[in-house]
């Protein structure tokens, strides 16, 4: 394959995706487009039924371009991506690799290598939405044999869901992508910290509300439901009826509270560091960023819950995964499909989890108890296991972003109203049912 870095990666920023998103790096994903399962994808091809010895491999010369988030290849957070790469080459000298790297939010990935598959990385980071677009363009490997067996008996059923369309497996998950709870212990007592609504008669929070990955974990609470379960795209989004309207009469309340701070712009992080505001939503990516603000004060924990209509009603939060993938176009398959397994690998999310606090996803992993104690890996997987959703990738999630994220801008500019609210929501519900995919 033609190694090149496209522009566009080499002059990107970090920016926010639907990790998750790509996490954040990144407050929130890229809205998935859908798309629909390519008609013959590609397949890795399965290793053998006992992978050689490094030592006994057949010797190969092989280039491979990686793509990952800058985060992940900077000095000041140890440098991960490619200190894993190095490593794995170390770990293979019958094999003459040379790395090549490029800057691409995993977030971003559907767009980034769809734009050109063939020019594309070889193995490159993307957040499980990501799936559906790329497998309809053709640019992620089907994954089989020893790398499909060790995904599944590492990771738990719904981390293999995640990247696996009609159970096929597409990518090696590193971690979970979803977000919670940092919350000023000195603000509010561990029990006053699990319901919202005490919280916000003592003291300011700060909530996205005008970001779309964030305001569905309201009408969820209530309710409302996307597809289904979640898979069947026929079911449609429902956020119809009285139950949505509670959510949106709540909302107003919420919103127009003096205590409420949409948290735009790092206005919830400003004001942990200055003492104004209690508490912030956001995930593992600002870890470090919440702890310079409040040291031993922060507290970390699984979504509160609402109080609606005299009824308290568990917040619910998009979840997903990350993973590394495989460009179908690589030159180099088999050594491709090594190095993501190896990135995905116990001793890489260990390393990942040593240098930038990425919380793992490998159950042998999760079960030592250094990890099994960390207060971030404890709300992290509480929230992915009992207060989210799997976040949809049908095509038709497509439909969902912008009008949420358009609602929860006519919240803050008080365009919604209780005389209005029913009429706001059944046109909301509208707008998410009507098809823009292609």
């Known amino acids: 394959m033609k190694k090149k870095i496209l522009s566009v990666l080499l002059a990107s920023a970090m920016v926010a995706s639907l990790a998750g998103c790509g996490g954040k790096e990144e407050a929130a994903p890229a809205p998935s487009e859908g798309g629909t399962e390519a ?7 399965a290793e053998g039924e006992a992978a050689p010895a490094a030592g ?8 491979l371009l990686v793509w990952g988030p800058a985060e992940d290849q900077s000095a000041e957070s140890g440098n991960w991506l490619p200190t894993m790469c190095e490593q794995f080459a170390a770990e293979h000298p019958n094999w003459d690799i040379t790395f090549e790297y490029g800057v691409c939010p995993e977030g971003d990935a559907k767009t980034n290598v769809t734009q050109d598959v063939e020019a594309a990385a070889d193995v490159y980071m993307f957040a499980n939405d990501n799936v559906t677009d790329l497998v309809k363009a053709n640019a992620i490997a089907r994954l089989g044999g020893e790398t499909e067996n060790a995904v599944k008996s590492t990771n738990s059923q719904a981390i293999v869901d995640s990247v696996s369309i009609d159970g096929a497996l597409y990518g090696v998950p590193f971690t979970t992508n979803t977000w919670f709870m940092y919350y000023d212990k000195s603000k509010f007592t561990e029990d006053e910290a699990k319901n919202l609504d005490t919280m916000i008669a003592k003291t300011k929070i700060s909530f996205p509300i005008t970001n779309s990955w964030y305001i569905q974990a309201f009408y969820v ?12 795209e026929a079911a449609g989004i429902d956020f119809s009826g009285d139950k949505a309207v509670a959510v949106t009469d709540y909302l107003v309340d919420l919103v127009a509270n003096p205590n409420f701070v949409d948290d735009r712009d790092g ?12 508490a912030i939503f956001s995930g593992s990516w600002d870890y470090a960023s919440a702890k310079e603000a409040l040291g031993d004060n922060l507290g970390i924990s699984s979504l509160p819950t609402i109080t609606i209509n005299g009824e308290e009603k568990q917040m619910m939060s998009f979840a997903g995964s990350k993973a590394i993938g495989v460009n179908p176009n690589c030159e180099n398959m088999q050594v491709a499909v090594a190095l993501a397994a190896y990135l995905g690998s116990a001793d890489a999310q260990k390393a990942h989890y040593d240098m930038r606090s990425v919380v793992p996803c490998n159950t042998e992993l999760l079960a030592q108890p250094e990890i099994q104690s960390d207060a971030l890996v404890v709300a992290q997987n509480e929230t992915f296991d009992k207060t989210a959703i799997i976040q949809p990738f049908v095509a038709a999630m497509s439909n969902y972003w912008t009008p949420a994220e358009n609602m929860g801008k006519a919240f803050v500019n008080g365009e919604i109203t209780h005389d209005n609210a029913a009429e706001k929501t059944e046109a909301l519900n509208e707008s998410m049912n009507t098809s823009v995919v292609d």
Not at 56 to 63: I, L, N, Y
Not at 221 to 232: E, R
Not at 267 to 278: F, Q
């Open 39 to 45: 008609e013959a994808p590609a397949e890795a091809p």
């Open 56 to 63: 006994e491999e057949e010797a190969v010369t092989a280039k």
């Open 221 to 232: 609470a209530n309710g409302c439901t996307f597809f289904g379960d979640g898979t069947d």
């Open 267 to 278: 206005a919830g992080m400003a004001g942990l560091r200055d003492g104004s505001i209690g």
